[in-house]
C-alpha cells in the first residue's frame, strides 16, 4: 500500500475530544471537553424551530449568509470599537476551528514560523503542521502565566509570519492586560508580523478583567486577523459557527481557502443565530454574571477539599495540581480519575511545549448541579488514587 501523507504523520488525535470519549465509557461527569450542559438561549431555539419551515435549506454565500454578517458586523463594530465592513472584512467559518486553520493557511507558506504562546490550545499544534508552519513556542510563565519580553524578542527575531494570541486564554484563564497587548502589537509592527488572534471567550472575563480585543490596539487593524466563534457566547458549540474578521484584502484570500475547505457554514443555523447576535448588552452582562457563579461555585469547592489550582481571570477552565498523587503519567491520572472517581479532565501536558506532567485542565461551563456532583466525585479523590 502507498504511503499516508507525511504531514499527518506527527500529530495524534485530539486529547481534548478522547476524553470525552473516555468519560462516556466510564459513566464519568465530563469536565474535559469544554462544553455546557445547559440550554442554548430559548429565543435562538424558537427561532430555529420555525426556521425549519423557511426557505433556509441551501448553501448560504460561501463567505456568511448577509443576514447573519449583517447582525455579527453590528455587534461586533461596537464591541471593537470600529465599523466592520460585512461585505468585506467577514468570512463565516464552521466554528473558530475552521477560521484559525483558514487563517494559518491565509497567511503562511510551508516553513514559515509562527509564535505561540504556552500552555496553547491544541488545535494550534495541528494547524501549524496541516499548513506547513513550524510553531516557535513562548512560555506563559506560572503563576500569572506572564511572558518574558526578552523571549518574545527572541522568537520574533527568527521572523515569523504570525503569532497566535488566544485571549482569555485557553487553558490557563490569563486575560491580557493592556501593557502585555502593546509590548505585542510594538513587536508585530517592528519585525512586520500577522496576528491571529482565538477570542472565542471574549465574554467569558471575570470582573475586574476586562477584554481588549488585539485589533482594537492603534495600528493593529492591519494586521490582525480576529477568530471567534457563537459556540461559548451561546452556548451552541454543536452548531459550529464560527468566523473571521480581518482587513479586506486579507478576507478577500481566507473567503478563498474558506470555500475550497468547507464551501460554508450551515445555512438553518446562521439565520437561527443571528437572534442571538442580535441580543442587547444585557444578554452578556447576565453570561458574565452566570460564569462568575458557576467559577466561585467550583474554585470553592476545590479549595475545600483542599487541591490548589488555577484562579481564571477569563475562559471556564481551571488548572489542577496532582503532583500530590505521585503519577509519572497525566494521561494515566486522567484515565483513572474518570474509571475511579467519575470525573473527566484534560491532561494537562496536551497544552505545554515544555514537560510539564503535573497539572490537569478542568472546566466548570456546567449546570450548578453537574458542578456539584463533580466536586461531590472529587471529595473521595484521595480514597481513590
Ligand atoms: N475549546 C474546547 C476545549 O478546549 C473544545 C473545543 C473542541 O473540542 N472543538 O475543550
Redesign the pocket.
Known sequence: MPELSKRTETFTD?V??RM?RISLQYGAVNL????PDFEPPREILERLAQVSGEDFHQYSITWGAQNFREALAEKQSRRMGRTIDPNREIVVTC?S?EAMMAAMMTVANPGDRVIVFSPF???YGADAVLSGAEPVYVPLVPPEFSFDPDRLEDAFRQRPKALILCNPS??CGKVFTREELMLIADLAEKYDTFVITDE?YEHIVYEPNEHIYFASLPGMWERTISCSSL??TYSI?GWRLGYIIAPADIVDTAKKVHDFLTVGAAAPLQEAAVTGLRFGDEYYRDLRRRYTEKRNLFLKGLDDIGIAHTVPQGAY?VLLDISEFGYDSDLEFCEALARDVGVGA?PGSSFFREPVNHLI?L?FAKKEDTLCEALNRLENIRKML
Do not use: A, D, L, M
Open positions: 485530539s481534548i475530544r470525552t474535559s471537553q469544554g462544553f466554528g476551528t490550545y491544541e488545535n485557553n487553558p472565542v459556540s461559548k458549540t477552565y484534560v485542565r472546566h
